[in-house]
């Protein structure tokens, strides 16, 4: 069983999907766990995102289970925020030993090209940049330990192939790519790792709302590129926690500056 007893946890987007189940995953390995989430609407979305229930339910799941967890509401766009996040975690748990970024956003235009600049700005803010400012506000507490740690990126397998329409999203979620490489070459020395994982199609609030089943429906091509050969149904978010908490392990020591695909297998279509 993997061992995380006397690891520190930031999680963003920890309200609900997989940034829930991540946190709840590394708590039962026995980390303590921040879980951050914005907890609020994001401008221009056209489906629910969570609210302050979600996130308390997320701690709930910990603490129930006898775990260690604190909620924290920070919008990633806020570095601030995920400043005085970050200061809360190490303040309350003697320090910050992994990072999950995990925030992150979608919204379906008609086409790439026809996107609005809302959507394109808002899709980079929070998905990209988001992740961006989680890393600077985190890594200097990460370095604080002296331990080394884990970074751990989840982008999408639409960062390493096309999808439709929704260009903006494989922009920002390609994008993670690029920096998660060279946060582990500059974090090496010092024993950090970053990784980042890319689900395929995971059945969150984010992918089965009416706007992303109508344009799955309707956009040309996506059923086929989103055909699971190893499964007839859709991942659930643990199959990527699992994957997250792996990373997160010594178990994954040796592990740094790859693309974990988790995606039954779709992106061989």
């Keep these: 069983?993997?061992?995380?007893?006397?690891?520190?946890?930031?999680?963003?987007?920890?309200a609900r999907g997989i940034g829930r189940a991540t946190a709840v995953a590394l708590a039962a390995a026995g980390a303590r766990v921040l879980a951050s989430d914005l907890a609020r609407?994001?401008?221009?979305?056209?489906?629910?995102?969570?609210?302050?229930?979600?996130?308390?339910?997320?701690?709930r799941q910990i603490t129930d289970a006898g775990g260690q967890a604190l909620a924290a509401?920070?919008?990633v766009r806020d570095v601030d925020a995920l400043r005085q996040a970050t200061a809360d975690a190490v303040a309350r748990f003697g320090g910050l030993d992994l990072v999950v970024?995990?925030?992150?956003?979608?919204?379906?235009?008609?086409?790439?090209?026809?996107?609005?600049?809302?959507?394109?700005?808002?899709?980079?803010?929070?998905?990209?940049?988001?992740t961006w400012n989680t890393?600077?506000?985190?890594?200097?507490?990460?370095?604080?330990?002296?331990?080394?740690?884990?970074?751990?990126?989840?982008?999408?397998?639409a960062g390493l192939k096309p999808l439709p329409t929704i260009g903006h999203y494989s922009a920002a979620k390609a994008g993670l790519v690029g920096l998660m490489r060279s946060l582990a070459l500059e974090l090496a020395p010092e024993r950090i790792r970053v990784n980042t994982v890319h689900p395929g199609g995971t059945t969150t609030e984010m992918?089965?709302?009416?706007?992303a089943e109508a344009w799955e429906a309707t956009a040309p091509g996506v059923g086929e590129t989103l055909g699971l050969p190893l499964s007839d149904v859709r991942m659930e978010p643990l199959d990527i926690a699992y994957a997250i908490r792996?990373?997160?392990?010594?178990?994954?020591?040796?592990?740094?500056?790859?693309?974990?695909?988790?995606?039954?297998?779709?992106?061989?279509?």
Excluded: K
């Design 246 to 269: 792996w990373l997160c392990s010594e178990e994954a020591r040796f592990v740094t500056g790859t693309t974990q695909l988790i995606d039954a297998g779709a992106l061989l279509r």
């Design 207 to 211: 992918t089965t709302n009416p706007a």
């Design 73 to 75: 509401r920070a919008d």
């Design 101 to 130: 970024a995990n925030a992150g956003i979608a919204s379906w235009p008609q086409s790439t090209w026809q996107a609005t600049e809302e959507q394109w700005q808002t899709m980079l803010d929070v998905t990209l940049t988001g």
């Design 135 to 157: 890393c600077r506000a985190t890594i200097p507490a990460l370095l604080d330990g002296g331990r080394g740690g884990s970074i751990v990126i989840v982008s999408s397998s």
């Design 1 to 14: 069983m993997i061992d995380l007893d006397g690891r520190t946890a930031l999680v963003t987007g920890a």
């Design 41 to 59: 609407p994001v401008e221009g979305l056209t489906y629910d995102t969570a609210a302050p229930d979600d996130l308390d339910q997320t701690v």
